[in-house]
């Protein structure tokens, strides 16, 4: 038996922007019905939605966000696959290496590495305000060194897709980086908690999820248009002595 999935760059984006919808409007009334209504109201038990913030470790959210990065990983690995087979110049290197990346940032979000450089950074940086989350200090230096690495690479893009990349990783940065930067001022001058600190939170994820899934455009559709189908076969065949 053979199964056939035809999977096109615009039906996946409509699916996993509905699905950013739903995480965003969970998050907004899970967190609402738990720090702003009070415990008598009906409306209390909607705090179980808050299992779907991905501003929270354990949560459906954040293995969503995952799963994106790991996704990503997996269709930058078919670009490079595909790349060193025709040409080893053509980049390959390049698009394998950012795989790894992703790969390596889809483990980071459920395991929080980065998170655990905050207290040393600000140990050694005494930082406070917008820094207070101070591993954003690294995380901006690696995003230069990023950038500085795949510059070339980048400016040989085709036009649609650096185009596509561009958005994406400024939808992205200015979540990851940016926002978190006015959440820890926000926790510097007010409780790390409630209903204001959740919704700057909830806006750092939306942009990452965002920018996250204007990647996954972009790659799918630089497959569809310079590489062409891609098909993945998995087989269960039984060894010829048995078939015999």
């Known amino acids: 038996m053979t199964i056939s999935l035809s999977i096109t760059p615009k039906r996946v984006t409509l699916i996993l922007t509905l699905v950013i919808v739903f995480l965003v409007i969970a998050t907004v009334v899970g967190q609402y019905a738990d720090d702003v209504l009070s415990d008598d109201s009906p409306l209390k038990p909607l705090?179980?939605?808050?299992?779907?913030?991905?501003?929270?470790?354990?949560?459906?959210?954040?293995?969503?966000?995952?799963?994106?990065?790991?996704?990503?990983?997996?269709?930058?690995?078919?670009?490079?696959?595909?790349?060193?087979?025709?040409?080893?110049?053509?980049?390959?290197?390049?698009?394998?290496?950012?795989?790894?990346?992703?790969?390596?940032?889809?483990?980071?979000?459920?395991?929080?590495?980065?998170?655990?450089?905050?207290?040393?950074?600000?140990?050694?940086?005494?930082?406070?305000?917008?820094?207070?989350?101070?591993?954003?200090?690294?995380?901006?230096?690696?995003?230069?060194?990023?950038?500085?690495?795949?510059?070339?690479?980048?400016?040989?893009?085709?036009?649609?897709?650096?185009?596509?990349?561009?958005?994406?990783?400024?939808?992205?940065?200015?979540?990851?980086?940016?926002?978190?930067?006015?959440?820890?001022?926000?926790?510097?001058?007010?409780p790390e908690s409630g209903f204001g600190y959740a919704m700057l939170q909830t806006v750092e994820e939306t942009g990452e999820l965002t920018g996250l899934t204007v990647f996954i455009y972009a790659l799918m559709s630089y497959i569809r248009r310079h590489i062409g189908s891609v098909t993945c076969r998995i087989s269960f065949e039984a060894p010829a002595k048995a078939a015999a």
């Open 47 to 190: 705090k179980v939605l808050r299992i779907f913030a991905p501003i929270r470790e354990d949560s459906v959210g954040t293995w969503f966000e995952s799963a994106l990065f790991a996704l990503c990983a997996t269709l930058l690995a078919t670009i490079g696959y595909a790349r060193k087979r025709e040409t080893p110049s053509a980049w390959w290197l390049h698009w394998t290496g950012l795989s790894g990346i992703f790969l390596m940032l889809s483990i980071d979000e459920v395991a929080g590495v980065h998170e655990r450089l905050t207290e040393p950074m600000r140990r050694l940086l005494d930082a406070d305000g917008l820094l207070s989350y101070a591993w954003v200090v690294p995380g901006a230096i690696l995003v230069l060194i990023l950038a500085a690495v795949y510059l070339r690479f980048f400016v040989a893009l085709p036009p649609q897709t650096r185009t596509l990349f561009l958005v994406s990783a400024v939808l992205f940065v200015s979540g990851s980086l940016g926002v978190e930067m006015l959440s820890g001022w926000y926790a510097d001058s007010f």
